[in-house]
């Protein structure tokens, strides 16, 4: 089956820099690649996704890149505010099953 | 959309007693999706239901544990018995697209087994 790896998991960054988050997954049949932030006490939130056609996402502050040859996709978040602080998790889809990364701890230094 | 809504927020009980875990998904989504979040195994896709019909039961830990969708607003978790070991969040997703992945996340429920 797929295996989806995540890396860091922490990552402190000061207000206004740049943070990366990265996943690497095994099954190049993989076509569609969400990442999700998780708040505490609230359950993961979809916030950008990006499919295998497509190489890169934005979405204001946020963008994701997929690089198809080397089995590998990331996460931007630039000018990162305290209240991007959360967990971050990536996610394939191969075919009929799904599979989440163990996820990014982001905290945001003001 | 009020999103998925899901009861208890909490549940504290003792290993032995049934459990209940309820959701009510977004209105028009097809998609019914169970989760449990420890930290040591993270996000397990315990079942998922597509037009109220379970599709993949496999993440089912053992005959402790059934899922039920009687219609299209509403499916229960249930444990019983519970024991600590199933001590976790419990988190209730929907989804539009009919597919697996699961687009909405309900807030979850805590629960402990003493």
């Known amino acids: 089956g797929e295996n989806v790896e995540q890396h860091p998991s922490t990552l402190s960054v000061q207000e206004g820099d740049s943070a990366v988050i990265k996943c690497t997954y095994s099954d190049s049949a993989s076509n569609y690649f969400p990442w999700y932030k998780q708040e505490l006490g609230k359950g993961p939130q979809l916030i950008i996704d990006i499919r295998s056609n497509v190489g890169e996402k934005k979405d204001q502050r946020i963008a994701v890149t997929l690089n198809k040859t080397a089995k590998h996709f990331s996460l931007h978040i630039t000018e990162t505010q305290p209240e991007d602080s959360a967990v971050y998790f990536c996610?394939?889809?191969?075919?009929?099953?799904?599979?989440f990364g163990t996820g990014t701890s982001l905290t945001v230094i003001p | 959309d009020a999103g998925v809504i899901q009861s208890p927020r909490h549940e504290v009980t003792e290993m032995g007693q049934e459990v209940t875990l309820r959701c009510k998904p977004i209105s028009g989504h097809n998609s019914l999706f169970w989760y449990r979040q420890t930290m040591m195994r993270g996000l397990e896709l315990l079942i998922y239901f597509n037009n109220n019909v379970p599709i993949d039961d496999s993440g089912m830990p053992e005959d402790r544990f059934s899922a039920k969708m009687p219609n299209a607003s509403f499916s229960t978790l249930k444990i019983q018995p519970s024991e600590p070991r199933d001590s976790a969040v419990y988190f209730c997703a929907s989804s539009r697209t009919g597919g697996v992945q699961p687009q909405h996340f309900g807030d979850g429920t805590r629960l402990s087994i003493l």
């Open positions: 996610a394939a889809r191969t075919g009929n099953q799904f599979y």
